[in-house]
C-alpha cells in the first residue's frame, strides 16, 4: 500500500479554487512533489520543493507542505485543470520514493 | 531540448525476461539520476527504481531481486532487465529524470513502453 494518501476525486467549479491534499508521514521530512497526468499522455511536474513550478507551468498551481499534508491548490481552476494528479515524495526511509494513490479531479 | 525515448515493451508470458532502454538526448546524461517509474493499466504511478550519476542503486520492494537497473553514460542510455515476469508487472514502464537536487522531483519523462505479462 501506498504510504502516500490522496482523496480519490474531487470537483471545482470553473475559475474557482480548488486544494488537493497528500498525507503521510515522510512528509514532515520532506515536501511533496506533485504531477498532472491527462488521458495517454506521460505526467507532467507542475509543483516541487516548497513552492517552485517548472517553466511554463501556469501561476494558478501552487503547492505547501505542512506537518504530514502536502497540498496543491489551483487557484482559478480551468477546464484544461481537468486531470489526475499524484504527489511524490520520499519514504519515510528515505532510500525510496513513494508516490500517491493520485486524484482525479473534475472541472464542472 | 530534453528527450526520453523508451524501448523494449512487448507481450511476454509469466516468468520469462525483458529488455527495457530509455535513450536520452539534450542534456549531460551521466550527470543525471535517472529512473523508473510503471503504471498498470487504469491505476496510479509506481516507483520501480533509480540509479546515481555514481551508479548508487535503489529498488522498490516490488521489483528488488527480480529487476536490474543499468547505464551506460557512453550511449546515454538507461535500462531496465526485468526477470521472472509476473502479471502484476503489466504496465505502461517510463523512464524519468530528476531535477536536481530535487531527486524525487521527475521534470522529464519519456512517453512511456508498455509491458504485458500473460499467458
Known amino acids: 500500500s501506498s504510504e502516500l494518501t490522496q482523496d480519490p476525486a474531487v470537483s471545482v467549479a470553473l475559475g474557482q479554487t480548488v486544494r488537493i491534499t497528500c498525507q503521510g508521514d515522510?512528509?514532515?521530512?520532506?515536501?511533496a512533489t506533485w504531477y498532472q497526468q491527462k488521458p495517454g499522455q506521460a505526467p507532467l511536474l507542475v509543483i516541487y520543493?516548497?513552492?517552485y513550478r517548472p517553466s511554463g507551468i501556469p501561476d494558478r498551481f501552487s503547492g505547501s507542505t505542512s506537518g504530514n499534508t502536502g497540498s496543491l491548490t489551483i487557484t482559478g481552476a480551468q477546464a484544461e485543470d481537468e486531470a489526475d494528479y499524484y504527489c511524490n515524495s520520499r519514504d519515510s526511509s528515505g532510500n525510496h520514493v513513494v508516490f500517491g494513490g493520485g486524484t482525479k479531479l473534475t472541472v464542472l | 531540448e530534453v528527450q526520453l525515448v523508451e524501448s523494449g515493451g512487448g507481450l511476454v508470458k509469466p516468468g520469462e525476461s525483458l529488455r527495457l532502454s530509455c535513450a536520452a538526448s539534450?542534456?549531460?546524461?551521466?550527470?543525471?539520476?535517472m529512473n523508473w517509474v510503471r503504471q498498470a493499466p487504469g491505476k496510479g504511478l509506481e516507483w520501480v527504481s533509480s540509479i546515481t550519476s555514481s551508479s548508487h542503486i535503489y529498488y522498490a520492494d516490488s521489483v528488488k531481486g527480480r529487476f536490474t537497473i543499468s547505464r551506460d553514460n557512453a550511449k546515454n542510455s538507461l535500462y531496465l532487465q526485468m526477470n521472472s515476469l509476473r502479471a502484476d508487472d503489466t504496465a505502461v514502464y517510463y523512464c524519468?529524470?530528476?531535477?536536481?537536487?530535487?531527486?524525487?522531483?521527475?521534470?522529464?519523462w519519456g512517453q512511456g513502453t508498455l509491458v504485458t505479462v500473460s499467458s
Open positions: 524519468a529524470r530528476d531535477l536536481p537536487p530535487y531527486t524525487y522531483a521527475y521534470g522529464d
Open positions: 515522510s512528509l514532515r521530512r520532506y515536501s
Open positions: 539534450g542534456f549531460t546524461f551521466s550527470s543525471y539520476r
Open positions: 520543493g516548497k513552492n
